[in-house]
Structure formats: C-alpha cells, structure tokens
C-alpha cells in the first residue's frame, strides 16, 4: 500500500459538512485518497455517499470544509472546474442525451472533437470487451448500455480520481471481470479510484482500503484486509449484526396449488416461455441483461403486445392483458427502473403508495385514509421519511424501493413480479425486502424475482428459470448455485457469439 | 425511404412544397415565376429572423414568448430616435441593443433567477409591449426617413441588403450550431440539462446566450419591419412569436429540446409564408389563411409521427430478431471450458 504522504494524495477532504434544511447530512467528513489507490467506499442508506461524491466532484456545494484534488483546491461547486482538476464522477444512473449519438454522448465537453477521439473510444469498447453501437441514437441503450457509456466517459477523460457509484450494478459477471482488469490497469497508472458498492465480493476483489460512512460521518476507515465482513456489515448499520449477514431464507418445499401459468407465450424480445409459480413459492427468474426478462415481464403486465401464448391466473386465463386488469386480477408488477417507470417523484409518498388502488378509491378522495396506509406500511417496512407528504425523490434508493415495494402491497397480490428489486439498494435495505419478500412467500403470494445479482437467486428462490436470448435456458430445481445460474445463463450465449 | 423521410423533415417538407407549388402552377399560371419566389422570400424576413431566435431558446429547452413584443419595443427604439434625428447607423445599434438587453433580461430571468421560461417571458411579453407604449405615448411611428425604407429596396436579382443579411445570419447559426463546441452545448443542455451539468457544460451561460441571440434576432426582425412598411403600429409583431413557435415545430424543432436544424426553421418558415401567397393567387379570401395553415400544419405532424410510430416498429422488430437464430445452437452442446471461464468469471 502507498504511504500517507502529503505528495502522494490524490484527494484530500477535510472537514466536509452539509446539510439541506435543517438535516445534518455530513458532519465533518474528512478522507484521503493515495494516488494509485482503489478505495472502497461503503455505508448505508442515507449515510451520505452520494452527497459526499457530489460534493467532491462539484455537483452540489459544501457547507464547510476543503477539497484538494492532486494538491489543488476546488475553490467552488463547478463540475467543470473538479473535471478540469482531473477529477470524474461516473454516476450510478447514467446522464443520457437521447437525441445525440453515442459517441457524441461519450465525447461531450471535450475539447477535441468526437471524431478524433473515436479511436480512443473504440480501443477502449474493445478493452472492456463490451458492444456498443457509437453511431446509434444514444435513447435506444439499454440501461446497461447507458452505464458502459458513463464509465466510457470516465475513462476517456483521463481523469487522474476516479469515482465509481455502483458501476456494477446493470453489467454482467463478464464486463464486471472486464471493468476490473481496466481498473487495475488504472491503479497501476497512478489513477486514485473511489469505488462505492454494496457488494462485498467485488469490494474485497478490486479495493485495497476501505472506508464506512455512516449518518454523514466516516465509522471505519483503513486497509481492507484488516476488517471482516462483519465488522464492516456491522459498522454500517448500528442494528447488531445478529439479523444482518445473508443467511439463507429458502423455504420449505410445500408450496400451496399453481397460482400463475404462463404457456408459451411470445413477444417482443422472447419467445415460448412457459412457467408456474405456486402460492408461496419464490421462482427466480434469471439471466443476463439483455436476455428478455423485463420485456417477458412486461407483457406478462399488459405493457406490451404477446404474440402468442397464454397467461392462467389461478385457473382463470387472463385474456387481453392490462395493467390495470392484472392488478384487478391479482398480478403485480414492480418495474425495473424505479426512477423512470415506478414512482412519481415529485408526488408525496402516500400518493404514491395509493397509485395502484387510484382506480378503485372513490371520485373524492380521502387523503386521511391514503396517508394511514402509507404510514402503515411506512412502520412495518421502516421506511425513513419526514412523513408521507415527503416527495418520493427527496429519499435514498433503498427507501424509493421500499415505497414501491408499499405500492405494489397496497394492490394485495397474489402473484408479484419483482424486477430487479434490490438494484442500488444498501445491504441493510437489502436485507430488509429479503426478508419482505419471504414473509409475502409465507403468506402465500407466489413471487416471481427477476435479477441479474445472481447471489441474490441463489439466496432468495425455491426455484430458477433461467432465461437466454429471449428463451429458456434451464430450470433448476435444486442445488440451486451461481455457478449453475451462470452456466445456464451465459452458455447459450456464448454459442450464439462462437 | 421512410427512414429518410423522416430522419429528415427539410425533405419532406421540401417535397410537400414542390407538389404544392406544381398543383398551383397548373391551377394558376404565373404562380411559378421568380417575383413569386423574390416575394415570398422578402414577406418571410420577419418569421425567419423569430424564429431562428425563438429556435435557440426550445433548443436549450425553453420557450421564449417575449420575441413579438421585443420586436416591437426595439422597432420603437429605432423609429423615434430615427425621429429625433439619429443618424441610421446609431438608430440601428440602438434598436439591437434594445433586443440584446431585452433578451438578456429574460435570460436572466430564466437562468440565473430560476424562473420557468414560460412564465418569465409571458411577464416580459407584457411589459415590453407596455414600455413601447409608453415611449411612443400610445400613437403610431409614421413619417419614417427614406434611409430606413431605402434598406427594404431591391441591389439586383429581386433581394434586398435585409434579404442577404438574413440569409448570412441563417449560414452563421447553422455554422455556429453544427461544427462549434458552444453550439454543441445548446443540444446538450436542451436534450439533459443534468447531464449536461454534470459533464461540465456551463448550462447557464448557455441558456442565458440563447435569450440574448433571440432578443437580438427579434431587435433585427423589428428593423426589417420597419424598413419593408415604412411606419410602426402599436401592435408591431404581435402574435409573431406563436407563429415562430409553430415554424419550429413544423420545422422539426422538437419542443422537449435538444433536436432540431437551422434548415428546417428556414424550410418550415418559407412554407407558411409561401401559402399566404398561394391563396391570394388562388384568390381564396385573406380570411381563409390562418385556417389553412393550421391545418396543413396539423396534417404534417401527424403524418410526421406515424411515420415515426412505424421506423421505431421496424428498429424495434430489428433488434429482437437476433433472438429468433439462437435456438439451434443452444441444443448442442457448448464448449465447457468456455463455460467455466464464465461461471469464473461472475463468482
């Protein structure tokens, strides 16, 4: 490990504090980061990364403190003052300028132009071992797309620090082990790295120091190797660590009759799927991004036209699917894109909450009665909140999850679909809708889990469906592993590239 | 073809325009002659120059409502200091500087001071028209010197000096937007204003310098105006920006910002001044034009986005057709120390 030296030091905070209103959300945060130096860092809902990050690169203004980045001051909030410091944030939702190309997206705010660099970028796509389109219009990326192209953009600035915010969280295993190897040959060029997950793993693979932030203060700071997971788990929540760890939480084997059957059906994107889920049942439904699940699930919801096949909701088929049908019918989705597709952000939570109801409440509504609604499920699944008047978008990502989560229960399901639940959710919040979503088992809804954390499947189902290029690849019933998962998931795949 | 068509609107509307031009060519002889041409060129000056303002404002993703009553005031400026024995060339700096500070006002409104563009120019809309009023004591600006009007004169093949400068403004905007970096930027902030933040785009100044490139259009509008009818009412460039607006949209302009070409803004302005035109050849009364050009421009839209509806079918069918070649080679087996690596690789 490099030595703390003052020449050394790629960033330096100190004494960083902010609130917004009256809320203290970082009390004096100082933190260090050596040149060549790969720093994990961690903490939980609302701890204060995202502000810190912010702040550091230039988005949002401190209320106190300094910033040096390579010795220099960043004297006022200017992302393009941090950037001309040689500092650059790759944020964990991608910034998209959907009427420009992808090259154009990358190259923005550069100096040379976008058809000079595109050398540059290209050598990079092929680095990572990724696909990208640079001459398409940049709207039709996937998310995992957008996300390559925002660490594109951190890599092709040359940025001498380096903030990663979750840049994992939409890859696959495969331009996660890519990304890394880029990562490491950055370290080795001097490039000091922030690196903020909620994945342990990938935090012991990649991260030589470590440091937990928690309520807007730094809890644990130090080489990585001389804490466990434990400690760190247990420095991020104050709750003791006796509930925390992933323990597994499969369930029996005795699951109640077939709630939903899905028999051939086909769509954009897939095609021939067919499955059952029983009440209270977990099925995981896996594969890689990009493999057809969220467009399976769409029109599994009424989103999108089925080409053919047929949905069986307990013994009744549900013919010309819509949303509002299936939530009538039972059938509950919660989309994969929080921000885009499930909440109303600028609505208060109880709104939200009531969305899915909002056809059945009566023509005058009764805020009283929304919010008590809110605020029960607000205590039962902590929520952290001002109160339900609060806009969505003013909570952390684990707590917009939780809502959606509320909104998706007000419904009463019987079936849920759950897309890609826990994606930029904390390993607290995490571990509290595990345990949701085993409890809604126990009470007899027959879940559907897509996601593409395969640990997450491993943990969560009593059964995986795994799907490949718009089919199925494989069911597993048991002996459910990741190795198994992933060789399901990626081997066709891998034939279909071959 | 259809991806042609619609990645680009200048053609379509071009096209429109010629079969247009030839049905009235059969059904009027003498539509189809170059004063017809020279006519509709100088009639569309003043939408052009709106316009071309109004578009850098929707580019970065405002509205700018203000231009008609900019027009205005700066017209004023320039006919009562011309009145009060100005020499021209002063009376025109005055008269551009007017719209610079009036666009300058309403940039600062809407990017320093945070108010929505809407809302801020439809306040400023107001109260320009309410200074001009008040400078020109409510009464008409006649008796305008031969100097001014002389500009609006033909130099040769049926254009004016105004003709020339307004077309060399197009070629500098479209210059300016395509092959600069700050014009870059106008997209950029219009298409993601975060992101554009993020990525170190001075937002800002972008949306401020939009403001002030449409005032300084309007304040040139303003001068055409002055100069082609020789007097300035009350009531100079009123409804001129709602007009502007739908030259943009009909021009390809998208309103959520971002997207948009300085061809299409000329194209889509020349087409609704050539119907005006049209109907007096067909001799269809003066009345029946705001009919018809709101309908030719509901017609255009909608064509417009089903065409849209269908490419993105098509893309969309495209895409998920890589799908339909898999299954066969997911049957045999795959190379297994190929999926280890992989299996590896995720853990």
Redesign the interface.
């Given at each position: 490990m490099t030595e703390d030296t003052a020449a050394g030091r790629a960033a330096q905070l100190t004494g960083i504090w902010k609130s917004y209103g009256p809320v203290p959300v970082l009390k004096g945060v100082s933190l260090a980061l050596q040149k060549g130096e790969v720093h994990a860092l961690l903490g939980g809902n609302g701890a204060g990364k995202s502000t810190l990050m912010k702040i550091m690169?230039g988005?949002v203004p401190a209320n106190a403190g300094s910033i040096e980045i390579h010795g220099e001051p960043l004297t006022h909030a200017?992302?393009?003052l941090?950037?001309?410091l040689g500092l650059y944030?790759v944020?964990q939702e991608a910034?998209?300028?959907?009427?420009?190309s992808v090259l154009?997206n990358i190259c923005?705010?550069l100096?040379p132009s976008p058809r000079s660099l595109r050398k540059r970028v290209e050598q990079l796509i092929a680095e990572l071992a990724v696909t990208l389109d640079l001459d398409a219009q940049a709207a039709?990326l996937e998310i995992a797309e957008r996300q390559i192209v925002e660490i594109l953009?951190g890599l092709i600035r040359d940025a001498r620090v380096l903030i990663l915010d979750e840049p994992t969280s939409a890859l696959?295993?495969?331009e996660?082990?890519a990304l890394f190897q880029r990562v490491r040959k950055l370290q080795a060029q001097g490039v000091g790295i922030f690196f903020i997950s909620h994945k342990l793993?990938e935090i012991r693979e990649i991260c030589g120091t470590i440091s937990v932030l928690r309520d807007g203060a730094v809890v644990l700071s130090g080489p990585l190797d001389t804490y466990s997971d434990a400690e760190i788990i247990d420095a991020m929540s104050r709750v003791a660590t006796g509930d925390a760890p992933l323990a597994s939480t499969r369930s029996g084997s005795d699951h109640g009759p077939v709630r939903l059957a899905v028999r051939k059906l086909s769509g954009?994107?897939?095609?021939d799927i067919s499955l059952e889920v029983r009440a209270g049942e977990v099925l995981g439904l896996a594969g890689v991004v990009g493999a057809?699940r969220t467009?399976f699930s769409e029109t599994l919801f009424g989103l999108r036209r089925q080409s053919a096949g047929s949905v069986t909701l307990d013994g009744v088929e549900l013919i010309r699917r819509s949303p509002r049908g299936c939530i009538d019918a039972g059938l509950v989705y919660l989309p994969e894109d929080r921000q885009q597709n499930g909440l109303f952000l600028e609505a208060p939570l109880y709104w939200n909450a009531s969305s899915y109801l909002i056809h059945r409440l009566p023509f005058l509504l009764r805020p009283g009665r929304e919010r008590s609604l809110f605020n029960g499920f607000r205590q039962s699944m902590g929520i952290k909140c001002t109160g339900p008047g609060q806009s969505a978008k003013a909570l952390s990502g684990g707590n917009q999850q939780k809502v959606l989560m509320a909104k998706c229960l007000s419904a009463k399901p019987k079936v849920l679909v759950l897309d890609e639940p826990t994606r930029g959710v904390d390993v607290a919040a995490r571990n509290d809708i595990y345990a949701l979503i085993r409890q809604l088992a126990a009470e007899g809804v027959a879940v559907i889990l897509i996601s593409s954390d395969?640990d997450e499947i491993e943990l969560l189902a009593d059964r995986v469906v795994v799907m490949?290029?718009?089919?199925l690849?494989g069911e597993l019933t048991e002996n459910i592993s990741?190795?198994a998962i992933?060789?399901l998931a990626?081997?066709?795949g891998?034939?279909?590239h071959? | 073809m259809l991806n042609l068509v619609a990645r680009n609107r200048v053609l379509m509307l071009l096209a429109v325009m010629a079969a247009a031009c030839l049905a009235l060519g059969f059904a009027a002889p003498g539509y189809l002659s170059a004063a017809t041409a020279s006519v509709i060129l100088s009639n569309s000056l003043v939408l052009l120059l709106i316009s071309l303002g109004t578009m850098l404002v929707i580019l970065t993703r405002n509205i700018d409502v203000s231009s008609g009553s900019i027009l205005g005031l700066s017209a004023a400026t320039l006919g009562l200091s011309l009145n009060a024995g100005a020499s021209l060339p002063l009376a025109i700096a005055l008269c551009i500087l007017t719209g610079v500070v009036a666009g300058a006002v309403n940039g600062l409104l809407v990017a320093y001071l945070r108010i929505p563009s809407i809302v801020a120019t439809l306040g400023t809309l107001g109260l320009y028209r309410g200074i001009m009023l008040i400078q020109t004591g409510g009464r008409w600006i006649e008796d305008l010197p031969q100097g001014l009007k002389a500009l609006a004169g033909g130099i040769g093949f049926g254009v004016s000096i105004l003709t020339v400068a307004v077309l060399a403004l197009f070629a500098l905007a479209w210059i300016f937007l395509r092959r600069t970096r700050f014009g870059r930027y106008f997209y950029a902030v219009g298409d993601n204003r975060d992101a554009a933040h993020h990525l170190g785009v001075p937002v800002r100044r972008v949306q401020f310098t939009a403001f002030v490139a449409s005032g300084a259009c309007a304040a040139i509008a303003g001068l055409i105006f002055a100069a082609q009818i020789g007097f300035i009412p009350n009531q100079a460039g009123n409804g001129v920006e709602l007009k502007a607006i739908a030259v943009n949209v009909l021009g390809g302009v998208s309103l959520l910002g971002g997207s948009g070409s300085v061809a299409g803004v000329f194209t889509a302005a020349i087409f609704l001044t050539s119907i005006d035109s049209a109907l007096v050849f067909l001799k269809i009364p003066a009345f029946w034009n705001d009919f018809i050009a709101g309908a030719i421009l509901l017609t255009v839209l909608l064509l417009d986005g089903r065409i849209r509806l269908l490419i993105d079918r098509r893309i969309r069918a495209r895409r998920y057709a890589v799908h339909d070649r898999v299954p066969q080679a997911a049957e045999t087996p795959g190379n297994h120390a190929d999926k280890t690596l992989l299996a590896e690789a995720s853990r």
């Open positions: 690169s988005l200017s992302p393009a941090a950037q001309q944030l944020p910034h998209i300028l959907g009427n420009q154009e923005l705010g100096r039709t953009r696959t295993p495969f996660v082990h793993r954009e994107g897939f095609r057809g467009e395969f490949a290029f718009g089919r690849g990741v190795d992933a060789r990626f081997g066709a891998e034939q279909a071959a | -």
